[in-house]
């Protein structure tokens, strides 16, 4: 599989680090209560098909990268910057 980087073009896998579930850029606010927290740390979704995940490009630029997967194909379907996902 290979993801290309916003910064450095199409690079192999094995330079990125998957960190998990984009479901992490929408931390809940300080406020929110220890539910919206509980559902944040603990609760995933285990999807087929596309799915929404951070990846970090640890042995290239460092950059947090958000990528649209399906997870049946492994078919990369949309790479940004994390950054640029949240807003």
Not at 3 to 8: A, D, L, M, T, V
Not at 29 to 42: H, Q
Not at 68 to 83: D, G
Request: with cysteine; proline share 3%.
């Amino acid at each position: 599989m290979r993801i290309s980087c916003p910064h450095c073009g199409e690079r192999d896998l094995r330079e990125y680090t998957y960190l998990g579930s984009a479901k992490l850029l929408d931390r809940p606010d300080g406020d929110a209560g220890a539910e919206a927290f509980y559902d944040y740390v603990y609760i995933r979704e285990n999807p087929s098909g596309e799915n929404a995940e951070l990846w970090q490009h640890s042995s290239g630029c460092s950059a947090w990268l958000h990528v649209v997967r399906n997870v049946s194909t492994h078919e990369i379907l949309s790479v940004k910057l994390a950054s640029e996902a949240k807003a």
